[in-house]
């Protein structure tokens, strides 16, 4: 069958019944979607449809291994595990780029770090809108992104640099608001190929399950999907945490309260952010240790989790020691000083420093 614009009505209209896609139906539509062949409206519809009916685990890995055809690849050549943290967003908690000041953290203790990010859609502030605000080139070549992986064990990949057909699904994610297929799809379609493993913060439990059994079959070794009981994509010191943990095909699930790992159990208002800039000011101040202790401890213990994915630490508790030693000793600051070095400008990160740090 000669599948068209016209076709893409019908498949509203399955969804809109709540029944499941075909493979066929959606290889289809993603590629029109992906070629520009689709109007914004119905792109909208189609999202939304999608959400309300709730993604199948095939309906999943189908458009993920079609987002990935169509991406920007890169194979970053490093000692040791190369792993991911990202979240899904769509939590409707507005908190501070936690996710990204991890990374940096967790970076500056040895992990290998390729950080897949975008702007916000959904919040105030993603980890894009925050690197670029200190400085990042967000549109450096993708060789000098590989490159900075090598020489400084970390790198930020804007999601729009490399995955360009993604442009035709913006306007339609930003018009709707909310979370959609793609929020899934982001943290999951990091571009580099030799990629080990990766930390997923989800914004929904439900999702934990279909999105293990998406990555169970994938080419990552390990894979940690994180969600806090309390709604944070990510893991919090606010309350206990659920983990789905993909490791080679087999899927265990364990829970993870703060107090496991001599963290204190923190109130979630203390942890909200009003602004883009206090996005900013919170993750800058996280990664030079002059943050509040609740702010600091939420992003040391995420540090903690991508420390033992990426096989530098054995556990959770010696991931959260560690995370403490590189931000006391001035690690993490020197560690994001040195990517900016390499992608940006010092003197935005250095504005910044001034601005929110004095």
């Known amino acids: 069958m000669n599948f068209g614009p016209n076709n893409l009505h019908g498949v509203i209209r399955k969804l809109v019944s709540r029944m499941n896609l075909s493979q066929d139906e959606i290889t289809q539509t993603i590629n029109l979607i992906l070629q520009g062949e689709a109007s914004e409206a119905y792109i909208a519809s189609f999202l939304v449809a999608l959400t309300m009916k709730g993604e199948s685990t095939d309906e999943i890995r189908t458009i993920l291994q079609i987002v990935k055809k169509y991406a920007i690849r890169i194979a970053p050549q490093v000692n040791g595990c190369l792993i991911d943290n990202c979240g899904t967003g769509g939590d409707i908690i507005n908190s501070f780029n936690i996710s990204t000041a991890s990374a940096i953290i ?108 998406v990555m169970q079959n994938s080419d990552i070794q390990e894979v940690m999907l994180v969600h806090a009981l309390d709604g944070f994509d990510e893991l919090s010191n606010t309350c206990e945490n659920i983990i789905t943990w993909i490791i080679g095909k087999e899927i265990k699930n364990i829970r993870l309260h703060p107090r496991d790992v001599n963290i204190e159990l923190a109130k979630s208002e203390n942890l909200i952010i009003r602004s883009k800039e206090d996005s900013v000011r919170d993750t800058l101040q996280v990664i030079y240790g002059v943050s509040t202790k609740e702010k600091q401890d939420i992003a040391v213990l995420n540090a903690s989790a991508a420390l033992v994915v990426g096989k530098v630490a054995v556990d959770f508790k010696e991931g959260v020691e560690i995370a403490r030693e590189v931000i006391k000793a001035g690690r993490a600051q020197k560690k994001l000083l040195e990517l900016i070095q390499r992608c940006g400008r010092k003197d935005m990160l250095r504005a910044a420093e001034k601005k929110f740090l004095t």
Not at 136 to 154: C, F, K, W, Y
Not at 186 to 192: I, K, Q, R
């Open 106 to 213: 967790a970076s500056s203790a040895g992990t290998k770090i390729a950080k897949h990010g975008n702007r916000s859609v959904s919040g105030l502030c993603g980890s894009a809108d925050f690197m670029e605000y200190i400085g990042m080139d967000l549109n450096r070549p993708v060789q000098d992104i590989s490159a900075a992986i090598e020489h400084t064990g970390i790198g930020f990949l804007y999601a729009p640099k490399f995955h360009p057909a993604m442009q035709n699904v913006t306007s339609a994610r930003r018009t709707i608001g909310i979370r959609t297929i793609f929020n899934i799809l982001g943290p999951l379609s990091n571009p580099c190929t030799n990629l080990f493993g990766q930390l997923v913060g989800v914004s929904e439990p439900k999702l934990l399950k279909t999105m293990a059994l």
